[in-house]
C-alpha cells in the first residue's frame, strides 16, 4: 500500500473520529453502584451464598461497560465503543406501537435489527438494550446450569469467577433501563416539535443522572423504594419488554420536572428526590429479579421450541 494511500486513510480515520457523538452514561458511576448493591443486598436466602456474599464485587461492576468507552482506547480505534454503545439504550419513539411489537417478538438481535432497518432506522441509532439485557440473562442463566453440575470444586470457583463477572455486566445494562432517557430519542434533551416547552440543553443528561444522583442518592434511599417482594419471572422477555416500557412512560415526567426545578447539585425539592430514587429503585428490584429468575430456572430444562 503507498504512503500516500496509507495516509489518506489515517486522515480519513482522525474525521471520522471527531465526527462521533459523545456517548452518554446511564446513572454516573455513584447511581450504577447504588443499583448493583441494593440488588445483591435485596437478594434471597436460596441463592447460592457465592452470590450473596459478593454485593459489593457486583456493585463495582455495574458501571463496568460505561468504562469501555474510555477515551483513551477511543482515539486509537472506535471498534469497541462504537461497537457496544448501542447496548445501553433503545429510542422506542421511533417505532409506533405495531412495529414495536414485531421488533420485540425478533427471535435475535439480528433479526430485530432487521425489522428496524425494514421501518426505515438504522438499528445502531434505535439501540438494542432489550437484546442486550436478554443475553446476558441467558448467560448468566447457563453459568448457573454450569456451576450445579460442575465436576468438582475448582470448576466451580472458576464458574463462580464466570457468574459474578456476566452479572454484573447484566446489571449495568439494567440499570441503563430504568433511567427514561435510555428509552427515547429525547435522551439529553427535547428534540423536535416540543409544544409544552420541555428543556433542549444537551447537559440534561448528566445533569440528572449523574449530578443529582451524585449529591443526593444513597444506599438507603434506593433500597428504601424496593417495595416489592422477590419474583421469578414466566417469560423473561415480556417482563424486560414491560419494564422499559414502564421507564419510558416517566420522560414527560421527567422533562416537567426538570422544566419546573431543574436537576442541579443544589437542587432540594423532594419531587426531584423521590424521581430519581423510584427509577434507581425499579432499576435494583428488576436486577434483583432477573438475577432470582435466572438461578431458579437454570434448574429447569427448557422446554423444546
Same mark, same amino acid.
Given at each position: 500500500?503507498?504512503?500516500?494511500?496509507?495516509?489518506?486513510?489515517?486522515?480519513?480515520?482522525?474525521?471520522?473520529?471527531?465526527?462521533?457523538?459523545?456517548?452518554?452514561?446511564?446513572?454516573?458511576?455513584?447511581?450504577?453502584?447504588?443499583?448493583?448493591?441494593?440488588?445483591?443486598?435485596?437478594?434471597?436466602?436460596?441463592?447460592?451464598?457465592?452470590?450473596?456474599?459478593?454485593?459489593?464485587?457486583?456493585?463495582?461492576?455495574?458501571?463496568?461497560?460505561?468504562?469501555?468507552?474510555?477515551?483513551?482506547?477511543?482515539?486509537?480505534?472506535?471498534?469497541?465503543?462504537?461497537?457496544?454503545?448501542?447496548?445501553?439504550?433503545?429510542?422506542?419513539?421511533?417505532?409506533?406501537?405495531?412495529?414495536?411489537?414485531?421488533?420485540?417478538?425478533?427471535?435475535?438481535?439480528?433479526?430485530? /435489527? @432487521?425489522?428496524?432497518? $425494514?421501518?426505515?432506522? %438504522? =438499528?445502531?441509532?434505535?439501540?438494542? &438494550?432489550?437484546?442486550?439485557?436478554?443475553?446476558?440473562?441467558?448467560?448468566?442463566?447457563?453459568?448457573?446450569?454450569?456451576?450445579?453440575?460442575?465436576?468438582?470444586?475448582?470448576?466451580?470457583?472458576?464458574?463462580?469467577?464466570?457468574?459474578?463477572?456476566?452479572?454484573?455486566?447484566?446489571?449495568?445494562?439494567?440499570?441503563?433501563?430504568?433511567?427514561?432517557?435510555?428509552?427515547?430519542?429525547?435522551?439529553?434533551?427535547?428534540?423536535?416539535?416540543?409544544?409544552?416547552?420541555?428543556?433542549?440543553?444537551?447537559?440534561?443528561?448528566?445533569?440528572?443522572?449523574?449530578?443529582?444522583?451524585?449529591?443526593?442518592?444513597?444506599? /438507603? @434511599?434506593?433500597?428504601? $423504594?424496593?417495595?416489592? %417482594? =422477590?419474583?421469578?419471572?414466566?417469560? &423473561?422477555?415480556?417482563?424486560?419488554?414491560?419494564?422499559?416500557?414502564?421507564?419510558?412512560?416517566?420522560?414527560?415526567?421527567?422533562?416537567?420536572?426538570?422544566?419546573?426545578?431543574?436537576?442541579?447539585?443544589?437542587?432540594?425539592?423532594?419531587?426531584?428526590?423521590?424521581?430519581?430514587?423510584?427509577?434507581?429503585?425499579?432499576?435494583?428490584?428488576?436486577?434483583?429479579?432477573?438475577?432470582?429468575?435466572?438461578?431458579?430456572?437454570?434448574?429447569?430444562?427448557?422446554?423444546?421450541?
Amino acid at each position: 500500500m503507498s504512503r500516500f494511500r496509507i495516509s489518506s486513510l489515517l486522515a480519513a480515520a482522525g474525521a471520522a473520529l471527531l465526527c462521533v457523538p459523545v456517548t452518554l452514561n446511564a446513572w454516573g458511576d455513584h447511581g450504577h453502584r447504588l443499583v448493583g448493591l441494593t440488588a445483591a443486598k435485596a437478594l434471597p436466602e436460596d441463592m447460592p451464598a457465592f452470590f450473596r456474599d459478593a454485593a459489593e464485587q457486583l456493585s463495582y461492576l455495574n458501571p463496568e461497560p460505561d468504562r469501555w468507552k474510555s477515551r483513551d482506547e477511543s482515539r486509537r480505534d472506535m471498534a469497541l465503543n462504537g461497537g457496544t454503545s448501542p447496548d445501553h439504550f433503545m429510542d422506542l419513539d421511533f417505532l409506533n406501537a405495531q412495529q414495536l411489537a414485531g421488533a420485540f417478538a425478533a427471535p435475535d438481535r439480528h433479526a430485530f /435489527a @432487521d425489522s428496524v432497518r $425494514a421501518a426505515g432506522y %438504522a =438499528p445502531a441509532t434505535m439501540g438494542f &438494550l432489550p437484546f442486550t439485557i436478554l443475553e446476558y440473562a441467558q448467560k448468566l442463566r447457563n453459568d448457573f446450569r454450569l456451576w450445579r453440575i460442575a465436576p468438582d470444586s475448582t470448576v466451580r470457583r472458576w464458574i463462580e469467577n464466570r457468574i459474578i463477572e456476566d452479572a454484573g455486566v447484566l446489571g449495568h445494562f439494567v440499570a441503563d433501563g430504568s433511567n427514561p432517557h435510555h428509552t427515547s430519542k429525547h435522551y439529553n434533551g427535547w428534540v423536535g416539535d416540543n409544544p409544552k416547552g420541555y428543556p433542549t440543553d444537551n447537559r440534561f443528561h448528566s445533569r440528572f443522572e449523574s449530578q443529582f444522583v451524585q449529591a443526593h442518592i444513597k444506599e /438507603a @434511599d434506593v433500597r428504601s $423504594a424496593m417495595t416489592h %417482594a =422477590p419474583q421469578v419471572f414466566p417469560d &423473561l422477555r415480556v417482563a424486560v419488554v414491560a419494564f422499559l416500557m414502564a421507564s419510558n412512560a416517566q420522560l414527560e415526567p421527567l422533562y416537567a420536572l426538570d422544566k419546573a426545578t431543574p436537576f442541579r447539585p443544589e437542587t432540594v425539592t423532594p419531587e426531584q428526590k423521590a424521581f430519581a430514587v423510584a427509577r434507581l429503585g425499579a432499576g435494583a428490584e428488576m436486577l434483583r429479579d432477573i438475577w432470582y429468575t435466572a438461578w431458579v430456572t437454570s434448574a429447569v430444562s427448557p422446554t423444546p421450541r
